[in-house]
């Protein structure tokens, strides 16, 4: 491909809507030096334009970069944005901020009874998983409720209801990243489906976690011979079939029987419909009987004392999960809360943006260029340039929620997107730093330790065609071993 062509392509590709915002978009004048010799032969050997990537090396208590390359050229990040949604949620809300999932009883209770309809409400825990439903529906219990004449009714009004489309992004509306918001968003609203060989090897038993009363499965797969391969139960076709009485779950195809057992993780059902299912298959193991159905509202009784309460994890460890795994749903749960805190009620996608910018510009964070169209990274319009995130790196680490911040980076050769990297090399343990990958996108940046026992800000970002199949990870790789080393000037 021609230089002329690549140019044209990305443009295509990666700034749609830039003639709303050409001042945004343009180039500006750009700090360089000359790349070291693996770091230019990457690029040579891939076929990444200069253009294509951005640097920054800095040790933190130096005045100037060590390597500054396309250092004001706006690029799109991937998952690297989420460092500005996490470090304003923890700037604006505190590292011990906490949300409540709260039961409350609407009708009064005899002999066990309630003669009156449940309700649920969330404000959007990004961490609610199936165990605490269980809890809560135990504690509900243990205050004397074993039957519920009325419906189940979920307050869902503290997020406005997104009418993204989980597919847009890549056309995969079913894989966990790609879920969308919810304020009572349990499990990520997703199902593991767990693929076994029978004893005889005949066959694939195929079960559910958690089992849903309300969401038929069917299974056509088959047992087959020959080693196992990577990725052998993705090769599972996964469809969703529209049944008399609702949705169905279909799988097809062959497994074989050489994988063992193996879970394939997709969505099924609406996050309102998995929380009913939920609901009624906990609520029986406590030996709780319900008559009603589902519907949805908004509970107006604020003075009212709930039937039971359940307190999130704190903040602290909700940006944990955030970061280390790169958690899509998770980051974007915490740009809304920080909307709802902005008084923006319900939070919207829009308002949940301007948040995190406010919330940024009153911790001394220049926003100025900042295009955050999504504020987990899955978007192919977001834009920032590596001098911006150096920045706020600096910042973050003279803030005084600088520990919990830096906790939250994946550290090589330990855990997160980082536990497979530098695992064996005097770099493990010494880079704590947060990934991004979307096609054609590699990123990285955080901190390191160098050889010399520096503390170091490096930031990578690559938009180039097919980057985030392995070109982009090895310039990464050549930068931070380049970092590592380097000495001051």
């Not at 503290?158 to 919810?182: I, L, M, W």
């Not at 139960?233 to 063992?260: F, K, M, T």
């Not at 589902?294 to 307190?311: C, F, K, M, N, Q």
């Not at 987990?376 to 340039?385: H, K």
């Amino acid at each position: 491909m021609t230089r002329s062509r690549w140019i044209a392509a990305v443009w295509r590709r990666f700034t749609p809507g830039c003639l709303a915002i050409l001042l945004t978009c343009m180039p500006v004048a750009q700090a360089t030096e000359t790349l070291s010799g693996p770091v230019r032969a990457l690029m040579d050997a891939h076929g990444i334009p200069d253009q294509a990537v951005s640097i920054w090396v800095q040790g933190v208590d130096e005045a100037d970069p060590r390597l500054a390359f396309n250092t004001d050229l706006p690029q799109n990040p991937a998952s690297v944005m989420k460092l500005y949604t996490t470090y304003a949620a923890l700037e604006a809300l505190g590292p011990a901020h906490t949300w409540t999932t709260e039961i409350h009883a609407d009708g009064p209770v005899h002999d066990g009874v309630l003669e009156g309809d449940l309700w649920i409400r969330g404000s959007g825990d990004p961490y609610l998983v199936a165990r605490d439903l269980w809890r809560l529906l135990g504690d509900m219990r243990g205050r004397g409720i074993q039957r519920i004449t009325g419906d189940l009714v979920l307050d869902t009004t503290v997020f406005a209801h997104s009418e993204t489309d989980p597919g847009a992004f890549d056309e995969r509306p079913f894989r966990a990243y790609n879920q969308q918001p919810h304020p009572l968003l349990i499990n990520f609203n997703v199902l593991d489906f767990e693929l076994q060989p029978s004893l005889d090897g005949r066959d694939i038993q195929v079960s559910t976690y958690p089992p849903m009363a309300n969401l038929p499965v069917e299974s056509r797969v088959s047992a087959s011979a020959g080693p196992c391969f990577s990725g052998a139960h993705s090769r599972v076709a996964y469809d969703i079939a529209q049944e008399p009485n609702g949705q169905a779950v279909i799988l097809e195809g062959n497994y074989p029987v050489a994988c063992g057992r193996q879970r394939l993780t997709r969505s099924a059902m609406t996050p309102e419909y998995y929380v009913y299912g939920l609901f009624r298959a906990l609520w029986k193991q406590w030996e709780g009987e319900f008559e009603g159905g589902l519907r949805s509202g908004e509970w107006s009784r604020a003075d009212a004392t709930p039937v039971a309460v359940r307190e999130s994890r704190p903040l602290a460890e909700v940006v944990q999960l955030v970061n280390k795994y790169s958690n899509n749903v998770m980051a974007r749960h915490l740009a809304l809360t920080l909307a709802v805190e902005h008084a923006a009620f319900p939070a919207t996608d829009s308002g949940s943006h301007e948040a995190v910018s406010y919330a940024l510009a009153r911790a001394g964070v220049d926003t100025s260029r900042l295009i955050m169209d999504n504020a987990a990274g899955l978007s192919r319009n977001n834009r920032v340039t590596a001098r911006q995130v150096a920045a706020l790196l600096r910042q973050a680490r003279t803030s005084l929620v600088m520990p919990e911040f830096m906790s939250s980076l994946a550290v090589a050769g330990s855990d997160g997107t980082l536990r497979t990297r530098f695992g064996d090399s005097p770099m493990a343990g010494r880079v704590r730093m947060k990934t991004g990958s979307i096609d054609h996108v590699s990123a990285i940046a955080g901190y390191m330790r160098s050889a010399r026992d520096e503390d170091l800000l490096v930031v990578v970002l690559v938009n180039a065609e097919d980057a985030h199949r392995g070109a982009g990870r090895a310039l990464q790789d050549a930068v931070l071993q380049w970092a590592f080393h380097s000495v001051p000037y």
